[in-house]
C-alpha cells in the first residue's frame, strides 16, 4: 500500500488489435487528510528495449485529501502483448517528487479476424 498516493485501478482493455490506439486510466487516491499534489508516470514492457512510454497529456494535479483522480492516456498497441506499469508519486514539502505505489496489468495482443468490407457480385452475362 502506497504512503500517500495510491493507485487503486488501471482502466485498460483485455485484447488490442497491432497497430490500434488503446486507451487507459490509472485512478490513483490521496490517502492523505489534505490536498497534496500527485503525479503518474506509466511504461509499456514487452520485447523491446527500453520500455516506451505511455502518453499521459496530463500527469500531475492537484487532488483534495481522500479523492480519486483518474489519469487518462494512451499508447499505440505493439504486434505484441504488453504488460503496463504505471507509477505513482506525490510532492513533498522538501520540493521533491516521491515514488509511491506501482500496479500494472496485460494487455493481450488480438487475433485478426478478416472483415468483409464491401462485397460485390459481377456480371459476366450482359445481353
Known amino acids: 500500500m502506497a504512503q500517500y498516493a495510491d493507485i487503486i485501478e488501471i482502466v485498460a482493455p483485455s485484447e488490442a488489435t497491432s497497430g ?9 487516491k490521496n490517502t492523505y487528510s489534505g ?4 503525479m503518474v508516470g506509466g511504461a509499456l514492457e514487452y520485447g523491446v528495449s527500453p520500455w516506451p512510454g505511455i502518453d499521459v497529456p496530463e500527469n500531475w494535479v492537484n487532488v483534495d ?3 480519486v483522480h483518474s489519469f ?3 499508447f499505440v498497441m505493439p504486434d505484441a502483448r504488453v ?9 513533498g514539502a522538501d520540493g521533491y517528487w516521491h515514488f509511491d505505489d506501482e500496479m500494472t496489468k496485460t494487455i493481450n495482443l488480438s487475433a ?12 459476366f452475362y450482359k445481353v
Do not use: C, M
Not at 504488460?83 to 510532492?91: E, F, P, Q, V
Not at 485478426?112 to 456480371?123: H, R
Open 20 to 28: 490500434n490506439l488503446v486507451d487507459i486510466t490509472v485512478r490513483i
Open 35 to 38: 490536498v497534496i499534489s500527485i
Open 65 to 67: 485529501g481522500g479523492a
Open 72 to 74: 487518462s492516456g494512451s
Open 83 to 91: 504488460t503496463i506499469h504505471a507509477y505513482s508519486y506525490w510532492y
Open 112 to 123: 485478426l479476424t478478416p472483415q468483409v468490407s464491401e462485397f460485390k457480385i459481377a456480371d
